[in-house]
């Protein structure tokens, strides 16, 4: 199992940038699917959460600004970010939890740099 998150980079703020989590060896569809965000010296934050069944959830820092959408027929689960300020910079990782075996997969990160 593998999972690839993409689409970071360095943007200005007030701007936006969509990642992306791709998986190979699982099916998305059985698995709740959620963004955590890592700035250095930080714990690791849940962001947003989207289920098997497409219910979503955000933490309040990024209600209004992100959106958490899910393909399954690519297999990939997007995060839309927009308005990002710059306490948005930190690593972004995507977790797969498979809501059969209840078995946890991540991705590595992708760096996000919000400059103000």
């Known amino acids: 199992v593998q999972l690839q998150a993409s689409g970071g980079g360095l943007v200005q703020a007030g701007g936006s940038l969509r990642l992306s989590c791709t998986a190979s060896g699982i099916s998305f569809s059985t698995n709740h699917i959620t963004w955590y965000r890592q700035a250095p010296g930080n714990q690791r934050d849940l962001v947003a959460v989207i289920s098997s069944g497409d219910s979503t959830n955000y933490a309040d820092s990024v209600k209004g600004r992100f959106t958490i959408s899910r393909d399954d027929a690519k297999n990939t689960v997007y995060l839309q970010m927009n308005s990002l300020k710059p306490e948005d910079t930190a690593v972004y990782y995507c977790?797969?939890?498979?809501?059969?075996?209840?078995?946890?997969?991540w991705g590595q990160g992708t760096q996000v740099t919000v400059s103000s």
């Open positions: 977790k797969a939890t498979d809501v059969i075996r209840w078995n946890d997969y």
